[in-house]
């Protein structure tokens, strides 16, 4: 934790590409190589202060959530809560101006699969290969949906050299999630008559 905020307070300082991984480990009182037994580059640290704990609140999320919803319902805005409502603005305009940042942002949706595929399977009362598919399946939902709204148009670049995201993220999350509506009915409906059995 020390490490991924003290990246992040180098970063809003001094801007990103300025920031060597010595310092951060200075900042945070470590060494180097204590630092880079838990990433690998400043950018996996900035980003890191952006994305901690999403996974697990996203997860948790999925829990809490009532029985009787739709389990492609609650994954929807479990996921669109968790992806935008930053915790920090400022981080998040950071992430968008710099193309290092944003591939390694894009990169953190992976992380979401096994805290959800674990959740899923709760709820769904199985912990098979379906499971694992569907978490799978709503990572890459999810980084999709990210590039869409990260992806530099040519007007954008051209005119401030900055990427500026288009669309609105909550529709571009929830239309990509959509697409495995199906998918998830079907899992949930053989989960409830293997209960029923």
């Known amino acids: ?25 200075e900042a945070a009182g470590v060494s180097p190589r204590t630092y880079n037994n838990y990433f690998s580059s400043r950018e996996q640290a900035i980003v890191a202060a952006v994305t901690a704990e999403r996974e697990s609140r996203l997860a948790a999320t999925l829990a809490a959530a009532p029985e009787g919803l739709r389990l492609a319902e609650v994954l929807a805005d479990a996921v669109v809560e968790q992806y935008t409502r930053p915790r920090n603005e400022d981080a998040l305009l950071l992430i968008t101006t710099s193309p290092a940042l944003r591939e390694t942002f894009l990169d953190t949706a992976t992380a979401i699969e096994d805290p959800l595929a ?36 040519a007007a954008s670049l051209a005119a401030t050299g900055f990427v500026v995201p288009t669309g609105s993220l909550p529709e571009l999350l929830r239309s990509a999630l959509a697409t495995l509506e199906p998918a998830l009915d079907a899992a949930e409906e053989r989960a409830r008559r293997r209960a029923e059995s």
């Open 118 to 153: 674990t959740a899923i399977g709760e709820r769904l009362g199985d912990t098979g290969t379906a499971v694992r598919v569907l978490a799978a399946s709503v990572a890459a939902a999810v980084r999709v949906a990210l590039q869409q709204w990260l992806r530099p148009s």
């Open 1 to 25: 934790m020390a490490l991924r905020e003290a990246a992040l307070r180098l970063a809003l300082r001094h801007g990103a590409d300025n920031v060597r991984v010595n310092d951060i480990a």
